[in-house]
């Protein structure tokens, strides 16, 4: 079984320039989060899908970052513009459905680096 | 809210002795408890959880974790250590309360296992 894919793997921008991670999870997982990784800490939930419609983003800075996941699948999250303090690794996960006890399953995550 | 605490930023064992990998949480309702493993420039890979039953709760590659809920601990244990196994393990939690509740994770300890 496939795992959850990341594009790109790595990431260097200058600030104020705007980047776009893209994620595909594991077949027919129906759940989709989006973590972000500072170096030395652990990951932290940005925004979680279930389908297409978004369960919860109360750690998103809406002000410059954006996710969707058309067609319940696929998903791209934005940064628009990028700081400084953006640079981390972006993981993408997924789980067969939304229970607080399913297990997620992560990508290799895209390393961004803003200059 | 819940949290993870990782008291150990790293461990060092010798290859062939036993490892343990500590974590304490706090959550208001039944905890859910996992264990992932993140190598170099790689995404996180799930080793195990528990949700409910048996306190002893065994996953990938020989590791083993025991719940103990009167210490609100969740320690991450492997009766002989591989070099192999040197990466940063990460602990999280989650409220096993009814509704969406977030994974959170612990800042991670790096384990060494020396030759």
């Known amino acids: 079984e496939a795992g959850v894919a990341q594009s790109p793997r790595y990431k260097i921008i200058e600030k104020r320039q705007s980047v776009a991670f893209w994620c595909n999870p594991i077949s027919g997982h129906a759940t989709l989060y989006w973590y972000q990784q500072i170096l030395g800490q652990g990951p932290k939930l940005l925004i979680q899908?279930?389908?297409?419609?978004?369960?919860?983003d109360s750690q998103l800075p809406k002000d410059r970052f954006s996710a969707e996941r058309l067609k319940g699948v696929d998903s791209t999250l934005k940064i628009q513009p990028a700081k400084l303090e953006d640079s981390a690794v972006y993981l993408c996960?997924?789980?067969?459905?939304?229970?607080?006890?399913?297990?997620?399953?992560f990508g290799p995550g895209t390393r961004l680096t803003v200059l | 809210a819940q949290s993870v605490a990782q008291p150990e930023d790293q461990v060092n064992v010798a290859e062939g002795n036993p490892l343990t990998v500590k974590c304490t949480y706090s959550v208001s309702g039944n905890p859910y408890l996992f264990w992932y493993v993140q190598y170099p420039n790689r995404g996180l890979q799930f080793l195990l959880k528990y949700i409910t039953g048996d306190n002893l709760v065994k996953g990938s590659y020989g590791f083993e974790a025991e719940f103990n809920k009167s210490q609100t601990s969740f320690h991450l244990k492997k009766p002989s250590a591989l070099v192999s196994d040197s990466a940063l393990y990460f602990c999280a939690v989650r409220d096993g309360n009814t509704g969406f509740q977030k994974l959170v994770f612990g800042t991670g300890t790096r384990l060494l296992v020396s030759p």
């Open positions: 996960a997924s789980s067969l459905d939304w229970g607080n006890s399913d297990t997620q399953y």
């Open positions: 899908f279930q389908n297409n419609g978004v369960v919860d």
